[in-house]
T-cell receptor, first 115, second 114 residues
Framework: DAGVIQSPRHEVTEMGQEVTLRCKPI?????LFWYRQTMMRGLELLIY????????DSGMPEDRFSAKMPNASFSTLKIQPSEPRDSAVYFC?????????????FGDGTRLSIL | DQQVKQNSPSLSVQEGRISILNCDYT??????FLWYKKYPAEGPTFLIS?????DKNEDGRFTVFLNKSAKHLSLHIVPSQPGDSAVYFC?????????????FGEGTQLTVNP
């Protein structure tokens, strides 16, 4: 029974480069979430989708960040251009239905380092 | 503005004893609370939750207590085991207005010593 799958697990790139993080949610889940974890701000929600439609992107820090969900089994989080302060662990999570009925299931994260 | 706060960055207990992790929140509109556990290099995993209509929820060794008047919740682990050593996050949500948005605390590193 596959969980949430994120790729890559680690990404090291230079400042100014485009970064694309990928997520495959659990099959059948209709909610998908992108989180960022940093020492300063902890775990913060960036954006979430319901049935592939973005519902709340108020946590997206800047226009350099964008997220898409072209179908129910795939989502991307893109940073262009990347900056050193974007270095963090990025988590994707999915859930079935509303929170009160089903907890969110997290992937193992992508550790991003921008040099 | 940190709406969910875990004031203890770390906690160390002996195996077999009780672990008590605390969490405070500022927004009285939060009505659903969860605890997640996180091991290094893994994503958080759901542990236990509680709705604001309850003041206690128990699942095996884990019990969550909610004190709405104090805007405080706690997670009790009895008895503590070395495998419980992890970072514990509490999270809160307004289920009616935002559906599934979670606000997390900063996390508490629990170490259970054999």
């Amino acid at each position: 029974d596959a969980g949430v799958i994120q790729s890559p697990r680690h990404e090291v790139t230079e400042m100014g480069q485009e970064v694309t993080l990928r997520c495959k949610p659990i099959s059948g889940h209709d909610y998908l979430f992108w989180y960022r974890q940093t020492m300063m701000r902890g775990l913060e929600l960036l954006i979430y989708f319901n049935n592939n439609v973005p519902i709340d992107d108020s946590g997206m820090p800047e226009d350099r960040f964008s997220a898409k969900m072209p179908n129910a089994s795939f989502s991307t989080l893109k940073i262009q251009p990347s900056e050193p302060r974007d270095s963090a662990v990025y988590f994707c999570a999915s859930s079935l239905g509303k929170l009160i009925n089903q907890p969110q299931h997290f992937g193992d994260g992508t550790r991003l380092s921008i040099l | 503005d940190q709406q969910v706060k875990q004031n203890s960055p770390s906690l160390s207990v002996q195996e077999g004893r009780i672990s008590i992790l605390n969490c405070d929140y500022t927004n009285s509109m939060f009505d659903y609370f969860l605890w997640y556990k996180k091991y290094p290099a893994e994503g958080p995993t759901f542990l236990i939750s509680i709705s604001s209509i309850k003041d206690k929820n128990e699942d095996g060794r884990f019990t969550v207590f909610l004190n709405k008047s104090a805007k405080h919740l706690s997670l009790h682990i009895v008895p503590s085991q070395p495998g419980d050593s992890a970072v514990y996050f509490c999270a809160a949500s307004f289920t009616e207005t935002s559906g599934s948005r979670l606000t997390f605390g900063e996390g508490t590193q629990l170490t259970v010593n054999p």
